[in-house]
């Protein structure tokens, strides 16, 4: 098998998913997709709680010692938060889905909607979060650069039966523009891929935890997300999983 082929069965499973969840989803009522998308939340949760463990890792509080591995999250997730916020990710990925929901309705020959539709918002929330699950977690990165160092696909495409999955209720809830989360799969998922058949391992094992929990916690925005509770900002927090492992570096190379 080539490198690569993780992510094209990924992206696979996603694009079926979804229209099976579309398919399901004309035939629930809005009552039943709540409750889909709060049972998703809760697994997300669960995903999240078993990443955010990585905060005991051995390797890393060997590295950084036993106190420092939460401050490195928590500079990790303030700093980038900072720079989200000015570089405007979070707008900037909703910008895009709106962008994306206009130039396929133009091609279906419809008129574009303007304003905030509901329409609008239901593609713009379906893009942004299920890019959000599916490209934010310790089975992106780790699954990713060992299919590009050679290493399998295996990773990879225990995620990709999870995503099809999460899909479909994705889909059922929150319609195609949970299709539209290809894309950013294949951006994230193939650019470390790449950087993976290039560079190699890359990332020790402590650098691995600290992205690892990181990233963990910011699956926990993305669950509140879900079950409503609150519209966490989670594509401004992203920088922090480049910066959790430059702080685990730099701690390590003070002591």
């Known amino acids: 098998m080539f490198p690569g082929i993780g992510t094209v069965v990924n992206m696979s499973t996603v694009l079926v998913g979804t229209s099976l969840g579309v398919l399901l989803g004309h035939r629930l009522g809005q009552r039943t997709r709540d409750v889909v998308t709060d049972a998703l939340g ?14 005991g ?32 990710i979070e707008q900037r990925l ?62 990879l495409f225990l995620k990709s039966a999870l995503d099809g999955f999460a899909a479909i209720a994705f889909a059922a809830s929150l319609g195609w523009g949970v299709a539209a989360s290809v894309l950013a799969l294949l951006a994230v998922q193939g650019s470390l891929t790449v950087l ?37 900002p989670v594509g401004d927090l992203l920088p922090g999983l480049v910066i959790a492992p430059v702080l685990t570096a730099a701690v390590a190379a003070l002591r």
């Open 42 to 55: 809760l697994v997300t949760l669960l995903i999240a709680a078993s990443s955010a463990t990585s905060i």
């Open 57 to 88: 890792d051995p390797a890393w509080s060997a590295a950084v010692g036993t106190s420092a591995p939460m401050l490195i999250v928590l500079g990790a997730l303030v700093l980038g938060g900072i720079i989200g916020s000015v570089l405007g």
């Open 94 to 155: 909703e910008g895009f889905g709106g962008w994306l929901q206009a130039r396929l309705r133009a091609r279906a020959g419809r008129r574009p909607q303007t304003g905030g539709g509901t329409d609008r918002q239901r593609f713009i929330e379906g893009f942004v979060t299920s890019s959000l699950v599916f490209c934010v977690g310790p089975l992106t990165i780790l699954g990713a650069l060992n299919d590009g160092l050679g290493n399998g696909a295996d990773q």
């Open 196 to 232: 993976g058949a290039v560079l190699g391992d890359v990332l020790p094992d402590a650098q691995v935890a600290a992205l690892t929990a990181t990233g963990g916690l910011m699956l926990v925005g993305v669950a509140l997300r879900l079950l409503r509770i609150r519209q966490v």
